[in-house]
Structure formats: C-alpha cells, structure tokens
C-alpha cells in the first residue's frame, strides 16, 4: 500500500510513519524544511519537500496514494488562523480530488462541531466540512482531546511564578489526548480501511480535572503543592500577549479556553473509543518532569 502523511516529522506524523513503515508500506511524508529529508528517509520512508498552501505539490504527492494522512500544520504568523487553516483544507480537498485518492484519515479535533468561537478548532470545522465534500472519498475524521504535550507551554509560569493555570473553568474536567495514541489511531485507520463514507472517531486518553492536572505535574517535578489557578478571560489573554504570542494567536486561545470552560467544546464528544494502551496522566507526568528539567 502507498500513504501519504502530512505534518513532517511531528508529534503524530513521526510515530504514524514509523507504524506503517514497520508495517511494510510504501510511505512518503511531506514536510515544508528540505532539512528534514534525511531524517525522514532515515526512518525508511520517502520525503516529499513542498508547502500545503501548494496545491499542485499536493496532487503530484497524492497521486497513487491508496489513502493519505491530512493535517494542517501548526502557524503563528497567520493574519486570519481560521481561514488559513480553512484555506489549507481547501488545497487538501482539491487535491485529493484531483488525484483520485479514495481513503482520508484526517486530523481535526473536539469542538470540530463549532463553526465559530472554539479558536483554531473552528478552523477544523472547515476543514472537515471540505473533505466531506468530495463524493465518492472515504473520510475518517480524528476527534482527539486536548493535547497532553500543550501543557508543556505552561514550564515557564511554573518556574518563574510558581503555579499553573488557564482559563478552562475551575476545577475543569479535560478531555485529554497523547500524541502516540492518537498516532495509534490514525494507523489503525489507515492500515485496516474499514471506513466508508464520512465519519468520526473520538480519540481520549484520559480526563482529568485540572487540579488533578496540578497534583500529579507538581508531584513529578518536586512541587507537591503546585496550584491550577484559573484565570479570567481577559488575565489569560493578557499573560499570553505578555509572553509574546501575536494578538491573533492569543485571542484564539483564549476564545478556545473560553470554549472548555462553558462545555461547548466538548459537546459533540459521545461514544469515545479509547485506545487499550491509552497514556494516562500519571504516564505524561514523567515525559512532563524530564521536559521541565531540561528547560
């Protein structure tokens, strides 16, 4: 079989590709940085050295592919994140459909369900709704939880204030996910195709609540009494500007804290399917103590 991954050698892509080339396959893994080839032919796949924003890259990449991987990568530079996230699932439609690729598995999100005010995840919204739009295509949309690994943005406040926080709401349930699981996810997908039509298929490791969060990340990093502090809107807001994240980015995150905390995120989230060998919070700790320890 021949796949496509998107997300260079990112937190998802990189684990996915090393699943189905252990598996045999055909794998190419396009990445923006011509530094990456080596790395990315190192782990025996092909690499494919363009930008997402180029829609004839993308046809010529996809075509033969028996199904592709789509994810739209991370930015902070973008004047308009949703639409460009939006725009990046358009040049993915288009080129699906022009090359004839039948079977998707594509990375979107919880609170994927909102068109607007859930930040970058709104952005998702559109994407989905391009791919659902190619008749005759297979589409697999991937709903996981929060990222395990965005807790990582939050050593800094540790070190230099002491505590943990956000806007999620007091004491908030998170609906969490590991980077290698939902990579598990999406190779299961791609390896055994089952799917037709378009669907979803939530992916969840833990759910913890966010003093849970504090308790066990403290306890791993020797600050058994680590407080989650839960900020207002407009104090997270202005720590993020603070910490020199542009106006649009740190707006869309606020706005999608806001999400969390009302519950409309999560709204869509039913039948989740977790993973056997889900990372739990207690398994995340570790990778967060070695993490903050080298920072």
């Given at each position: 079989?021949?796949?496509?991954i998107t997300?260079?050698?990112?937190?998802?892509?990189?684990?996915?590709?090393?699943?189905?080339?252990?598996?045999?396959?055909?794998?190419?893994?396009?990445?923006?940085?011509?530094?990456?080839?080596?790395?990315?032919?190192?782990?025996?796949?092909?690499?494919?050295?363009?930008s997402v924003?180029?829609?004839?890259?993308?046809?010529?990449?996809?075509?033969?592919?028996?199904?592709?991987?789509?994810?739209?990568?991370?930015?902070?530079?973008?004047?308009?994140?949703?639409?460009?996230?939006?725009?990046?699932?358009?040049?993915?439609?288009?080129?699906?459909?022009?090359?004839?690729?039948?079977?998707?598995?594509?990375?979107?999100?919880?609170?994927?369900h909102m068109?607007?005010?859930?930040?970058?995840?709104?952005?998702?919204?559109?994407?989905?709704?391009?791919?659902?739009?190619?008749?005759?295509?297979?589409?697999?949309?991937?709903?996981?939880?929060?990222?395990?690994?965005?807790?990582?943005?939050?050593?800094?406040?540790?070190?230099?204030?002491?505590?943990?926080?956000?806007?999620?709401?007091?004491?908030?349930?998170?609906?969490?996910?590991?980077?290698?699981?939902?990579?598990?996810?999406?190779?299961?997908?791609?390896?055994?195709?089952?799917?037709?039509?378009?669907?979803?298929?939530?992916?969840?490791?833990?759910?913890?609540?966010?003093?849970?969060?504090?308790?066990?990340?403290?306890?791993?990093?020797?600050?058994?009494?680590?407080?989650?502090?839960?900020?207002?809107?407009?104090?997270?807001?202005?720590?993020?500007?603070?910490?020199?994240?542009?106006?649009?980015?740190?707006?869309?995150?606020?706005?999608?804290?806001?999400?969390?905390?009302?519950?409309?995120?999560?709204?869509?989230?039913?039948?989740?399917?977790?993973?056997?060998?889900?990372?739990?919070?207690?398994?995340?700790?570790?990778?967060?103590?070695?993490?903050?320890?080298?920072?």
């Open positions: 079989m021949k796949y496509v997300g260079s050698l990112g937190n998802i892509s990189k684990p996915l590709t090393q699943q189905l080339v252990n598996a045999g396959h055909n794998v190419t893994v396009i990445s923006s940085k011509a530094d990456k080839q080596s790395q990315i032919e190192s782990l025996g796949a092909h690499a494919a050295i363009g924003e180029d829609t004839a890259f993308l046809t010529r990449t996809f075509n033969g592919a028996d199904a592709v991987y789509t994810m739209v990568p991370p930015t902070m530079s973008a004047p308009d994140w949703v639409g460009h996230i939006h725009n990046i699932g358009k040049n993915y439609a288009e080129a699906i459909k022009a090359a004839g690729v039948k079977q998707v598995v594509n990375l979107s999100s919880i609170g994927a068109p607007e005010g859930c930040g970058p995840v709104s952005g998702l919204y559109h994407v989905e709704q391009e791919l659902n739009k190619l008749e005759g295509v297979n589409v697999k949309h991937l709903r996981p939880g929060f990222f395990f690994t965005n807790l990582y943005s939050n050593i800094g406040m540790i070190k230099h204030a002491g505590i943990i926080g956000a806007n999620y709401g007091e004491n908030a349930k998170l609906v969490m996910a590991h980077p290698n699981d939902i990579a598990a996810a999406a190779a299961e997908e791609m390896l055994t195709p089952t799917f037709t039509g378009k669907s979803i298929r939530f992916v969840v490791s833990d759910e913890p609540t966010t003093t849970e969060i504090a308790g066990a990340l403290g306890a791993a990093i020797g600050k058994p009494q680590l407080p989650w502090v839960n900020f207002k809107n407009e104090d997270a807001l202005n720590g993020m500007l603070q910490a020199g994240l542009p106006a649009e980015v740190a707006e869309k995150y606020m706005e999608m804290g806001e999400a969390m905390a009302t519950g409309k995120m999560t709204a869509g989230y039913a039948n989740k399917q977790p993973l056997a060998s889900a990372t739990k919070l207690a398994d995340f700790a570790k990778e967060f103590a070695a993490a903050y320890a080298q920072a």
